[in-house]
């Protein structure tokens, strides 16, 4: 099980970016597929999730409205959209999987497995 993050880099405030994470060993439809992020000196915090049980996606309520998560239709790719991007979006955004059904529903999508590596954004003027 493997999962990789792509799509970080600069970007100016209020533009858009697309991140990507690539699953291998496994397809969305096994593992319940979530975003978080770590911005610098802060705690990881939880951003979006894709649930394995029902295919619900979930944001959280901060960021709703600018941030979407979706999979493509082979099933082995999970996107989050970035949207109307802030100073404070500036973070390394983490990817995870865990083959939970319902692991979007548990707070802060807390417990997941497996991991990516990261991959920054940064939002500046």
């Known amino acids: 099980v493997q999962l990789v993050e792509s799509g970080g880099g600069s970007v100016q405030i209020g533009g858009s970016l697309r991140l990507s994470c690539a699953a291998s060993?496994?397809?969305?439809?096994?593992?319940?597929i979530a975003w978080f992020r770590q911005a610098p000196g802060k705690e990881r915090e939880a951003v979006a999730c894709?649930?394995?049980?029902?295919?619900?996606?979930y944001v959280v309520e901060s960021m709703r409205g600018r941030f979407t998560i979706s999979s493509d239709s082979a099933k082995t790719t999970v996107y989050l959209q970035l949207n109307s991007l802030k100073p404070e979006d500036t973070a390394v955004y983490y990817c995870a999987g865990d083959d939970i059904g319902n692991m979007c529903l548990v707070q802060d999508y807390y417990g997941m497995d497996y991991w990516g590596k990261g991959i920054l954004v940064t939002v500046s003027s």
């Open positions: 060993g496994f397809t969305v439809d096994d593992y319940s």
């Open positions: 894709l649930n394995r049980r029902d295919g619900r996606t």
